[in-house]
């Protein structure tokens, strides 16, 4: 079946700096990928959609300048956090989508950010 | 407005009980349907989904649903619990937008 790999699964930083969480589709090219936030005990919530060579689009709330995005190959996308603070500290899951906007979506193991 | 609830924040079943998780939408077309798991820790796996066709859908590890689109329900069944079972549930929707929207979860504990 279908994989998607999310590299790192933990991180922990230092407040003000900036963070790379990568998210690559392993056997299928995805057009899309979505980047979800999930804090303790609650469900995902959607941030951003990632499309492959243009910009990403953000949900309400979501700063743009504060989680980059980047979709520059139909693999791989990468999710910034930068200039973090205490309150990113989050987990933080891609997915993305293979072909029909209505497919099924398939997820990475999430990435664990801890901001000291 | 379109929207996807689950009943009950956290289920406990017996080991060998049956597990229901309910899922309800809210929508004026019916909805591509699914149900994930998650461990802790862990990304979310595709436990089964709904699009066309036959309503009773037969997943991974055990689990159905059915959809019954009278009732707007999405019911995620399994007739033995294990102790592996233990995870969180979102059941998810696609409405009309092409986005993905979760439900609040449900917290499965599995009592030996």
């Known amino acids: 079946g279908a994989v998607v790999s999310q590299h790192p699964s933990r991180v922990i930083c230092k407040s003000g700096t900036s963070v790379k969480i990568e998210c690559r589709s392993l056997d299928f090219q995805a057009t899309t990928m979505f980047w979800y936030r999930q804090f303790p005990k609650q469900s995902l919530m959607l941030m951003a959609t990632?499309?492959?060579?243009?910009?990403?689009?953000?949900e309400q709330g979501v700063e743009k300048d504060k989680f980059l995005i980047n979709h520059a190959s139909l693999t791989l996308s990468t999710l910034t956090v930068t200039s973090a603070h205490p309150e990113d500290s989050s987990f933080y899951i891609c997915?993305?989508?293979?072909?029909?906007?209505?497919?099924?979506?398939?997820f990475g193991n999430g990435t664990r950010l801890t901001v000291t | 407005a379109q929207s996807v609830t689950q009943l009950g924040s956290h289920v406990s079943v017996s080991e060998g009980a049956l597990v229901l998780l309910r899922c309800n939408y809210s929508s004026s077309v019916p909805p591509y349907l699914f149900w994930y798991v998650q461990y802790p820790n862990q990304g979310l796996q595709l436990l089964l989904k709904y699009t066309t066709g036959a309503t009773l859908v037969k997943g991974i590890n055990g689990f159905e649903a059915e959809f019954k689109k009278s009732e707007t329900s999405f019911h995620l069944t399994k007739p033995s619990a294990h102790m592996s079972d233990a995870a969180e549930y979102f059941c998810?929707?696609?409405?009309?937008?092409?986005?993905?929207?979760f439900g609040a979860g449900t917290t499965v504990t599995v009592r030996a």
């Open positions: 998810a929707v696609i409405f009309n937008d092409y986005k993905l929207s």
């Open positions: 990632s499309n492959e060579g243009s910009k990403a689009t953000y």
């Open positions: 997915s993305a989508r293979e072909t029909g906007d209505r497919s099924p979506l398939h």
